[in-house]
């Protein structure tokens, strides 16, 4: 196969920390002594008491367990802001650009942010929360999320953030399976232009999650909320109230510093527990060297603080690093499509992160909303969250970043803490399309269907076959599901759910899901959650949901749906089931394309072979395959004659 390379531009070869010759030195010297190897970066972090443990780990059944730097003391808020106050008290740590453009961005110097975690977190003690509490964070994108997130850390309390955009069912679940007593939220979110009823979804919830005892409201909009007395409080009213000063906890290394739900290929959404220091170290690191960051670059991370992304890209290890780090409460297209680079222009924006989806939808839209705008301070380029087709990845390079910016395609999940796969930009020569070669400490291993371990150029499963320091430790109050969801399938090996191929340069191609997990938009969606959903309508007696190929989302919902007796498929209906799985998940869940079906097929055994409900979905129905073990093989020409979309 004939694939374009595009090397290292000269000026990243000059300044790199990591060289072209350093990568595979670096790389093996980390799986070579990986002791000494993370004991030497633990470096990097603000100890209470240094570690002179590392990694003490096994994937295997009788002995499983998973821990770093076990014996070592740090405070994670401490290591994310206290720590820079000597050196750059005065340089911005938040620039936060609103969703209205005509409106002032604010700006947080590191001072300004100590003082602003230290009253949140006081607020938080004066509320109860001690160390080991869980908080739910539901909140919009300002700067008040993250005040939230770092003082949750500063006094060992563990957050559970919730994205805005999920419903209040969903946010409901998550606060329940926490057992979580206090929610922080606002009055009201803004996202282009429209208003996200936060606080009255928090209502909503509320009803429905009894171990809660109190909101937290943070004003935002000015909107009005019912306040529940006895209940809801508003944080500018608390905050007046308590002092200015507020010491960091010392937390052990191992214990949790947040749960993050995401969900899985069975069940509902898994509670991801991450630790304390091997996390941050993990952000850390990860953030310098793939970003090649130095402190007070300009650096902007554009995903939610609801994701993954948010936590480990715009907070933690950007600010454990001493960045400027940009917070965007808007969206891409609105006004305009021109919004992403005329944010980039104004804040003279040098590191951009974004996914591919946001790509996608904007380059659809011309060069000419990007060619209106300078970009001149742009010099990297990042994406995550999906496989980055080459032709996004090319109008990324040659188009946004007119060919002088190199592009790191970080691949990476909820579940590793950051990423594990990626270029450096000034030491990998990239292809469009693969996220490159291992990160040091990561050992990737390929296998086929029995876990047979394959070498050189081959496809089959993505594994991991030993500990990063930024992996997560358990699942939320279910250690044994953390174990069979991902070290039984491959045992002795973490299994990441995704298919890969590695080529010939020994570079790695991520094919997508091999689960019945879909990736929507870059946002991880478990086909049983949409279908769990919509069996909770009264009309619907079952529902098979599989991933179909979307232009912008990347991959978009298609739902089947088998009815009660005498209930009329009509669209009426269907639109109503549309609705009906946005109310109880969120609008990210909506499906796309919803086909009434009279019968799903099965095996006689009763089991849905979803294979062929991907193939008609995908509009593949030339290659359905072996039909003949289906107890009735005639479902599929009613499917393949009413396909929709
Ligand atoms: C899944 C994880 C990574 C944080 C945001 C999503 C897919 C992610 C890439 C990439 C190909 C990617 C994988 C992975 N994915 N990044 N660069 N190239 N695929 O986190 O919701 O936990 O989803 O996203 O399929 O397993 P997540």
Same mark, same amino acid.
């Given at each position: 196969?004939?694939?374009?390379?595009?090397?290292?531009?000269?000026?990243?070869?000059?300044? *790199?920390?990591?060289?072209?010759?350093?990568?595979?030195?670096?790389?093996?010297?980390?799986?070579?002594?990986?002791?000494?190897?993370?004991?030497?970066?633990?470096?990097?972090?603000?100890?209470?008491?240094?570690?002179?443990?590392?990694?003490?780990?096994?994937?295997?059944?009788?002995?499983?367990?998973?821990?770093?730097?076990?014996?070592?003391?740090?405070?994670?808020?401490?290591?994310?802001?206290?720590?820079?106050?000597?050196?750059?008290?005065?340089?911005?740590?938040?620039?936060?650009?609103?969703?209205?453009?005509?409106?002032?961005?604010?700006?947080?110097?590191?001072?300004?942010?100590?003082?602003?975690?230290?009253?949140?977190?006081?607020?938080?003690? *004066?509320?109860?929360?001690?160390?080991?509490?869980?908080?739910?964070?539901?909140?919009?994108?300002?700067?008040?999320?993250?005040? *939230?997130?770092?003082?949750?850390?500063?006094?060992?309390?563990?957050?559970?953030?919730?994205?805005?955009?999920?419903?209040?069912?969903?946010?409901?679940?998550?606060?329940?399976?926490?057992?979580?007593?206090?929610?922080?939220?606002?009055?009201?979110?803004?996202?282009?232009?429209?208003?996200?009823?936060?606080?009255?979804?928090?209502?909503?919830?509320?009803?429905?999650?009894?171990?809660?005892?109190?909101?937290?409201?943070?004003?935002?909009?000015?909107?009005?909320?019912?306040?529940?007395?006895?209940?809801?409080?508003?944080?500018?009213?608390?905050?007046?109230?308590?002092?200015?000063?507020?010491?960091?906890?010392?937390?052990?290394?191992?214990?949790?510093?947040?749960?993050?739900?995401?969900?899985?290929?069975?069940?509902?959404?898994?509670?991801?527990?991450?630790?304390?220091?091997?996390?941050?170290?993990?952000?850390?690191?990860?953030?310098?060297?793939?970003?090649?960051?130095?402190?007070?670059?300009?650096?902007?991370?554009?995903?939610?603080?609801?994701?993954?992304?948010?936590?480990?890209?715009?907070?933690?290890?950007?600010? *454990?690093?001493?960045?400027?780090?940009?917070?965007?409460?808007?969206?891409?297209?609105?006004?305009?499509?021109?919004?992403?680079?005329?944010?980039?222009?104004?804040?003279?924006?040098?590191?951009?992160?974004?996914?591919?989806?946001?790509?996608?939808?904007?380059?659809?839209?011309?060069?000419?909303?990007?060619?209106?705008?300078?970009?001149?301070?742009?010099?990297?380029?990042?994406?995550?969250?999906?496989?980055?087709?080459?032709?996004?990845?090319?109008?990324?390079?040659?188009?946004?970043?007119?060919?002088?910016?190199?592009?790191?395609?970080?691949?990476?999940?909820?579940?590793?803490?950051?990423?594990?796969?990626?270029?450096?930009?000034?030491?990998?020569?990239?292809?469009?399309?693969?996220?490159?070669?291992?990160?040091?400490?990561?050992?990737?291993?390929?296998?086929?269907?029995?876990?047979?371990?394959?070498?050189?150029?081959?496809?089959?499963?993505?594994?991991?076959?030993?500990?990063?320091?930024?992996?997560?430790?358990?699942?939320?109050?279910?250690?044994?599901?953390?174990?069979?969801?991902?070290?039984?399938?491959?045992?002795?090996?973490?299994?990441?759910?995704?298919?890969?191929?590695?080529?010939?340069?020994?570079?790695?191609?991520?094919?997508?899901?091999?689960?019945?997990?879909?990736?929507?938009?870059?946002?991880?969606?478990?086909?049983?959650?949409?279908?769990?959903?919509?069996?909770?309508?009264?009309?619907?007696?079952?529902?098979?949901?599989?991933?179909?190929?979307?232009?912008?989302?990347?991959?978009?919902?298609?739902?089947?749906?088998?009815?009660?007796?005498?209930?009329?498929?009509?669209?009426?209906?269907?639109?109503?089931?549309?609705?009906?799985?946005?109310?109880?998940?969120?609008?990210?869940?909506?499906?796309?394309?919803?086909?009434?079906?009279?019968?799903?097929?099965?095996?006689?055994?009763?089991?849905?072979?979803?294979?062929?409900?991907?193939?008609?979905?995908?509009?593949?129905?030339?290659?359905?395959?072996?039909?003949?073990?289906?107890?009735?093989?005639?479902?599929?020409?009613?499917?393949?004659?009413?396909?929709?979309?």
């Amino acid at each position: 196969m004939s694939e374009s390379v595009y090397p290292v531009p000269e000026a990243w070869a000059r300044r *790199a920390r990591v060289t072209e010759e350093g990568y595979e030195q670096l790389h093996g010297r980390s799986l070579a002594d990986p002791g000494s190897f993370w004991l030497e970066q633990a470096r990097r972090l603000d100890w209470v008491k240094r570690p002179e443990l590392a990694g003490d780990w096994s994937f295997d059944e009788a002995d499983f367990h998973i821990s770093w730097f076990a014996d070592g003391k740090l405070n994670v808020a401490a290591n994310c802001v206290d720590r820079h106050l000597a050196s750059r008290g005065d340089q911005i740590a938040i620039l936060w650009e609103p969703d209205e453009p005509s409106e002032e961005p604010r700006r947080y110097t590191y001072r300004q942010l100590h003082a602003e975690v230290c009253r949140f977190a006081n607020v938080l003690k *004066a509320q109860g929360v001690a160390k080991g509490d869980r908080v739910t964070i539901y909140m919009p994108m300002i700067p008040e999320a993250a005040f *939230a997130v770092l003082a949750c850390a500063r006094i060992g309390a563990v957050h559970s953030v919730v994205f805005g955009g999920f419903s209040p069912e969903a946010l409901a679940g998550r606060i329940v399976d926490c057992d979580s007593s206090v929610v922080i939220t606002a009055d009201e979110g803004r996202r282009g232009g429209k208003k996200v009823p936060l606080k009255a979804n928090v209502d909503m919830a509320a009803a429905h999650a009894p171990s809660l005892e109190t909101v937290i409201v943070v004003q935002a909009t000015g909107g009005a909320v019912e306040m529940k007395a006895g209940r809801d409080l508003w944080y500018h009213e608390a905050a007046e109230t308590v002092a200015g000063d507020c010491p960091a906890e010392p937390m052990a290394a191992e214990d949790p510093l947040f749960i993050l739900y995401t969900s899985g290929s069975t069940g509902k959404p898994k509670g991801v527990l991450h630790s304390s220091a091997g996390y941050l170290l993990w952000a850390s690191y990860t953030h310098e060297l793939v970003f090649d960051y130095r402190p007070a670059e300009i650096y902007w991370c554009a995903a939610d603080i609801g994701w993954v992304t948010g936590h480990s890209y715009i907070v933690y290890g950007p600010l *454990a690093n001493g960045a400027t780090t940009l917070m965007f409460e808007g969206v891409p297209n609105w006004p305009d499509a021109s919004r992403i680079w005329q944010v980039v222009d104004r804040h003279k924006v040098e590191i951009l992160y974004t996914a591919p989806t946001a790509l996608r939808s904007l380059m659809r839209e011309g060069d000419s909303y990007v060619s209106a705008t300078s970009r001149a301070s742009l010099r990297l380029l990042g994406s995550v969250g999906e496989p980055i087709n080459p032709e996004a990845w090319r109008w990324y390079h040659d188009v946004v970043g007119e060919g002088r910016c190199p592009i790191v395609d970080t691949w990476w999940q909820t579940e590793t803490g950051g990423m594990l796969i990626s270029p450096l930009p000034g030491a990998t020569q990239l292809k469009p399309g693969s996220a490159t070669r291992p990160l040091p400490g990561v050992d990737p291993q390929i296998v086929d269907a029995d876990g047979k371990v394959l070498t050189g150029p081959t496809e089959g499963n993505l594994c991991i076959a030993r500990s990063w320091p930024g992996q997560m430790r358990t699942v939320w109050g279910d250690h044994e599901r953390f174990f069979q969801t991902y070290f039984t399938t491959y045992p002795g090996k973490y299994f990441t759910g995704d298919g890969c191929r590695r080529d010939e340069d020994g570079y790695y191609w991520i094919t997508g899901r091999v689960d019945d997990v879909i990736n929507v938009s870059g946002h991880r969606m478990g086909t049983a959650e949409v279908e769990s959903a919509l069996v909770l309508h009264p009309k619907v007696a079952e529902a098979a949901v599989v991933g179909m190929p979307h232009d912008i989302k990347g991959q978009g919902i298609y739902a089947y749906v088998t009815l009660n007796a005498n209930c009329v498929a009509d669209e009426d209906l269907r639109q109503e089931l549309r609705n009906w799985v946005r109310k109880e998940i969120g609008p990210i869940a909506t499906p796309d394309a919803l086909q009434f079906a009279p019968g799903l097929p099965k095996t006689r055994s009763g089991k849905i072979m979803r294979r062929i409900l991907r193939k008609i979905a995908e509009n593949d129905v030339g290659s359905l395959g072996d039909t003949s073990t289906l107890a009735d093989p005639s479902v599929v020409d009613d499917l393949v004659k009413n396909r929709v979309g």
